[in-house]
Nanobody, 124 residues
Framework: QVQLVESGGGLVQAGGSLRLSCAAS????????MGWFRQAPGKEREFVAT????????YYADSVKGRFTISTDNAKNTVYLQMNSLKPEDTAVYYC?????????????????WGQGTQVTVSS
């Protein structure tokens, strides 16, 4: 069964850090590009960061650039999102996504596989 499973969400104070993990299973993801998206209550899903599986290409939303870092661990088939200097406006459900073609993209519509999401809440 092909699936993405996120973990690592939780409640943190503003200025704190969290690391989200996305464990991929069920197929070989070496030719995939991966993305993190988020959706706050009452808002549209928005792009956060994307990476190709080799880690050679990354791209970030302006709102998280310099604070968040996306990375991959090929041995563990896992994608990470390290989130530092968290702000209340980062509060959302965070989703991991995968697309079969290797180029990175900030467009949610091109991603074929999605995880169930993990809640991140940042208190002020």
């Amino acid at each position: 069964q092909v699936q993405l499973v996120e973990s690592g969400g939780g409640l943190v104070q503003a200025g704190g850090s969290l690391r989200l993990s996305c464990a991929a299973s069920g197929r070989t993801f070496s030719n995939y590009a991966m993305g993190w998206f988020r959706q706050a209550p009452g808002k549209e899903r928005e792009f956060v960061a994307t990476i190709n599986w080799s880690g050679s290409s990354t791209y970030y939303a302006d709102s998280v650039k310099g604070r968040f870092t996306i990375s991959t661990d090929n041995a563990k088939n896992t994608v990470y999102l390290q989130m530092n200097s968290l702000k209340p406006e980062d509060t959302a459900v965070y989703y991991c996504a995968a697309k079969a073609t290797g180029w990175i993209s900030s467009s949610a519509g091109v991603y074929e596989l999605w995880g169930q999401g993990t809640q991140v809440t940042v208190s002020s």
